[in-house]
Structure formats: C-alpha cells, structure tokens
C-alpha cells in the first residue's frame, strides 16, 4: 500500500500553505523536467508577462504528469526558479499556480512544500521561470 504522510514536527512552525516534511512510501516517482513558458510548437507564451508564463509552465507540467498517469493531487514538492525573483513575484506566481492544484485543495490535502529560487539568467530571458516537480504516485510500484 502506498501513502504519503504529511508530517508536523513539533518545534517547527505549522503552515496550512505548506507541510514542513513529507514523507511517501510504497511508490513509483517520477520526475519532471524544468518546464517554461512554451507551447507545444516552441513559441514562447507571455512574454513579459510572469502570471501568463507561470500558467503555462504548469499547464506544461500537468501534460507531463498525464503523461506518466499522475496529476496534481500527486505533487510533493515544488521549485520554481525565476529570473530576476522579487519578492512581489511570489503573490503573483501562487495565484497563477492555485488553480492547478484546486484538486489536492478539494481531497483535503496540505499544499505541496513549495519554494522559489531567484536565478540570473536563462539562455532565452523572455522566459520567466522554470517549474520542478517531485512526484508521489500511490499505488504504483514499478
């Protein structure tokens, strides 16, 4: 039987956003790789605009978990990278991404950890940010 357990260790500050410590078992993970703000015939989407790039880097991320028969609800961890991070940005980039994750939300499951990370550069800079995902997927143990 797989499970994933979110954990509440005493001593640090408890954050319905976010679990402090996730612990999955019994499982198959999968990772995804960064995704950004591109279509599925490479042309950029949002350019200059971080709430439309975020939206489309996770829409990225959800054909990538389709793919490997897994969706949102299956997320424990997040990275986001952007160049050029504010902390303004971080408003910004939850409201792109809540929509995305309104199933773990209606499960009744705590958020996933997420944290963002300020970077230079990319090779592209019209494109925001990169999206990193750890996947849980109960029930599958190959």
Avoid: W
């Avoid at 959800?62 to 940005?89: C, M, Q, R």
């Avoid at 929509?99 to 209606?106: A, D, I, K, L, V």
């Amino acid at each position: 039987m797989s499970t994933i357990e979110h954990l509440r260790p005493k001593g640090l500050f408890h954050n319905p956003a976010f679990s402090q410590a996730v612990v999955a078992s019994g499982t198959r993970t999968v990772y995804v790789s960064g995704q950004v703000s591109i279509d599925e015939n490479g042309a950029l989407v949002g350019a200059g605009d971080l709430a439309a790039q975020t939206t489309q880097a996770m829409r990225n991320v959800g054909l990538a978990l389709a793919a490997a028969g897994a969706s949102y609800a299956d997320v424990v961890k997040i990275t986001t990278f952007v160049v050029n991070y504010a902390p303004e940005h971080r408003a910004v980039i939850a409201k792109a991404r809540a929509p995305f994750f309104s199933e773990r939300q209606t499960a009744g499951k705590h958020a996933s950890r997420c944290q963002c990370a300020r970077f230079a550069g990319m090779a592209d800079r019209n494109r925001g940010g990169r999206r990193r995902r750890l996947i849980h997927k109960p029930g599958d143990e190959r």
